[in-house]
Each structure stands twice: as C-alpha cells, then as structure tokens.
T-cell receptor
C-alpha cells in the first residue's frame, strides 16, 4: 500500500535559518505529492503540491521538488520566520485512488528569535 | 469565501456515550471527506462522499461509526457507543469538482473520551 515517511520532529531553528524537512514515499503508481501545514488551533492548509516527476511546487518561500528516482519530496525554505512555526505534513494522492490522501506523521517546526 | 465549518470544536464524553460531529463544506464543493487524526499522527480517511453518495467508506468502523450527507451539502459523523480509543481530532474536508486533488480542511473537532 501507499505510505509516506517524514523526519521526526520537533525541528527547532533560529529565525533566518535554512529549513529542510525530509519526505519519502511509497506508491504503486504515479502519485501527486503535497505539503500541508497546520498552524496552532487551525485546520490543515495546502502549502504546495506537485503532480508529476520533476515538478517543483512553491508557495510563501517554501519549495519542494518531486523526485521520482529517489521517491522524495523534501520541503525547503531559505530563511524561516517565527510565523512559520507549525506542523508540516507530507501527503500523496494516487491517480485512480479516488483522491484519497495518505499523510505522513507530521513534523513540528519551532522557529525562535 | 467561508471555509469548511465544523462543530463542536471540542467534546468531552464518557465511554459508551454517543457523539455526533457536524460539517458544512465550502459552497459548491461536491466532495466531502471525514478524517481521523490521532495524537502525533497524520490524518486517516474514514469516508468520502461524492454529493450524497458514500463512495469510499472502507476505513470506517461500521460497528460503531455512521455518517450521512442527506442533501449533498452538510454532513454528520456519529459514534455510538464511543470507546476510549476514539479520542482524536475529527477533520472534515471538501474539494471542488474541478480540482479534486486539493482538499480544504476545517479546524476539526477534538474528542476526548473518558
């Protein structure tokens, strides 16, 4: 079956540091890949997505590239802010799978001044 | 545009009691999802509706869980009777017909079963 593996948190960074959150996946077909973010007390929000190999999703300074050869979709940001503190979820949706999202366990990011 | 609305936001009940959660999706979104998110885990799909029809309920524990979306708009998820292990956050999401891969989530209902 499909699965998503994320690096464990919490990840604690100083403001303006570089962020990488690793995500790898297992899927039988050609999935679409997503990063969702959950701010404290709020629902999940789509951060970015990529639907085919070598696509790069980007939003709010965050980027992730769909790497089919390494089955990865690592999230990066060049300079984090305190307001980026949240839980980040990597997810996949397999074509023909009825848009069912399979999520990773989430990675908590804490950004300090 | 209003987002996905869920109520209540929090619920505390004793085991063996019934509980119900309500969701109103974004206007025009014909696909509605219910997920359960256990502490420290990612959400897991319980059921997906296309309009009034439940098209994927394979992960719904049907002995105690039920759901309905009678008019193809808002939806109710019920647990009867609740067990200790049902303590979790129950998330509702919806997606529009033209971009079904993008799901919009509500804030969730945090359930604690004592």
């Amino acid at each position: 079956g499909n699965s998503v593996t994320q690096m464990e948190g919490p990840v604690t960074l100083s403001e303006e540091a570089f962020l990488t959150i690793n995500c790898t996946y297992t899927a039988t077909g050609y999935p679409s890949l997503f990063w969702y973010v959950q701010y404290p007390g709020e629902g999940l929000q789509l951060l970015l997505k990529a639907t085919k190999a070598d696509d790069k999703g980007s939003n709010k300074g965050f980027e992730a590239t769909y790497r089919k050869e390494t089955t990865s979709f690592h999230l990066e940001k060049g300079s984090v802010q305190v307001s980026d503190s949240a839980v980040y979820f990597c997810a996949l949706s397999e074509a023909g799978g009825g848009n069912k999202l399979t999520f990773g366990t989430g990675t908590q990011l804490k950004v300090e001044l | 545009e209003a987002g996905v609305v869920q109520s209540p936001r929090y619920k505390i009940i004793e085991k063996k009691q019934p509980v119900a959660f309500w969701c109103n999706p974004i206007s025009g979104h014909n696909t509605l999802y219910w997920y359960r998110q256990n502490l420290g885990q990612g959400p897991e799909l319980l059921i997906r509706y296309e309009n009034e029809e439940a098209v994927d309920d394979s992960q719904l524990p049907k002995d105690r869980f039920s759901a309905e979306r009678l008019k193809g708009v808002d939806s109710t998820l019920k647990i009867q009777p609740a067990e200790l292990g049902d303590s979790a956050v129950y998330l509702c999401a919806s997606s529009p017909p033209w971009t079904e891969e993008t799901q919009y989530f509500g804030p969730g209902t945090r359930l604690l079963v004592l």
